[in-house]
Every structure is written in structure tokens, then in C-alpha cells.
């Protein structure tokens, strides 16, 4: 059975596709041992609740600084049992000592097709309003190992979605995630449950 601990920051649909898709079955062999918030007021922390998950908030707000804060995260994940980091809609940037200590055990899900629209400052909304201003007629989502860097670890699946004339950021996001997002992250979730990615 693979435990993960799923990070989230809003609105948790990716964390709804996994929960769903474990209920349902289509995701087996894995539980979510715990699902952390930097926000305390995260609907994901609500879809959690309802689905008898547990839960935690741990902001680097709480903690005098960032080697006290990485140091409940890690304790936290430790503590859960959990063997595989999944960073769903997570906006903390994380720290090398953070990374280091799950090293090719953290997951991410981006809204492009790597290495388009990614890097420092490309998140949420912010990559299809890029995607559309290039004129791009394919985006995706992406689904990779997290680094040290941002959106550079090795790329694990990625899923195409086409652009429709007449898109606006907010109906391309919503596709993305429909048709990408919320199909990939139990697939590799899924492979990984059953050993079936290996780190070149
Ligand atoms: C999604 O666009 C995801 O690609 C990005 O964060 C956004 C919000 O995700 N990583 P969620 O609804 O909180 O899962």
C-alpha cells in the first residue's frame, strides 16, 4: 500500500480527483496518510474533512523561520507514514533541506506542457493567460519529480489539450484540468503505487 501525504494551498480539485478515484476504485493499492495546507482556510482542508482524511494546517507564518517551518513539514510527512510527497495546487516554494529529505519522492502537477509556461512566477491562471498570449494551439498539464529548482525535476506524464478559439484563461484552466489534471495525477500515482516509474 503507498501512503502519501498530499500539500495543497486552495481549491484541492486535484486532491478531489485522487480521492475520488481511489473510492471509486480506479486508483488502488495507495491511501492518503495525510493532506497538509499552508492555508488554513483551503476548501481542499474541507474536502479532506468530509471524506474522513486526515488534516493539518502548517504555515510558515507559525514558525520563527524557514528550519523551524521545513522541520514540521518533514516531522509531519515522517510522522504520517507517508512514502510519496504529492504537491497538488502547493504554492509554497520549497527548500532544498525540504527536498533533500523526500529526495525523487515529491510529485507536481503544472497546468503546461514542461518546459513551456513554467518557472518562477508561472502558476494558476498566470500560465494560460501566457499559453493564450503565445498563441499556442496544444497546452496540457504535466505531472514531474520535484528538484531543487522550479519545475525542472524529471518529467514523469504529461496530457495534450487542444486551445479553442474564443478561450479565455479561465475556460483554458478549467479544460486543462478536466481533461489533464485531474486524469494524470492518479495515473502516476498509480504507476508509482505499482512500481512502474523508474528515475533515469
Ligand atoms: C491547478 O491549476 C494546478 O495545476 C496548480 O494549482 C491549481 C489549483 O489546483 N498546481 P487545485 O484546484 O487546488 O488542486
Known amino acids: 500500500m503507498l501512503k502519501i501525504a498530499v500539500l495543497v494551498s ?16 480506479e ?17 481542499a482542508l474541507t474536502r479532506a474533512a468530509e471524506h474522513g482524511i486526515k488534516s493539518c494546517c502548517i504555515s510558515p507564518k507559525d514558525y520563527a523561520d524557514r528550519a523551524d517551518y521545513d522541520q514540521a513539514m518533514i516531522d509531519a510527512i515522517r510522522g504520517s507514514g507517508a512514502e510519496l510527497v504529492v504537491l497538488a495546487g502547493f504554492l509554497v516554494v520549497l527548500s532544498a533541506r525540504f527536498v533533500d529529505a523526500f529526495s525523487h519522492r515529491i510529485i507536481n502537477i503544472h497546468p503546461s506542457l514542461i518546459p ?3 518557472g518562477d512566477g508561472f502558476y494558476g491562471l498566470r500560465v494560460h493567460e501566457a499559453a493564450l498570449k503565445r498563441g499556442v494551439k496544444i497546452t496540457g498539464a504535466t505531472v514531474h519529480f520535484v528538484d531543487s529548482g522550479t519545475d525542472t525535476g524529471p518529467i514523469i506524464m504529461q496530457k495534450a489539450v487542444e486551445v479553442q478559439d474564443g478561450d479565455t484563461p479561465e ?20 504507476a508509482i503505487a505499482d512500481g512502474r516509474v523508474l528515475i533515469g
Do not use: H
Not at 10 to 25: P, R, V, Y
Not at 27 to 43: F, G, P, W
Not at 172 to 189: C, D, G, S, T
Open 10 to 25: 486552495g481549491g484541492g480539485t486535484n486532491l478531489q480527483a485522487i480521492i475520488d478515484a481511489i473510492e471509486k476504485k
Open 116 to 118: 513551456s509556461f513554467c
Open 27 to 43: 486508483l488502488t493499492n495507495t491511501q492518503i496518510a495525510l493532506v497538509i495546507s499552508n492555508k488554513k482556510d483551503a476548501y
Open 171 to 190: 475556460i483554458l484552466q478549467r479544460r486543462v484540468m478536466e481533461q489533464a489534471e485531474w486524469k494524470l495525477l492518479p495515473a502516476v500515482i498509480q
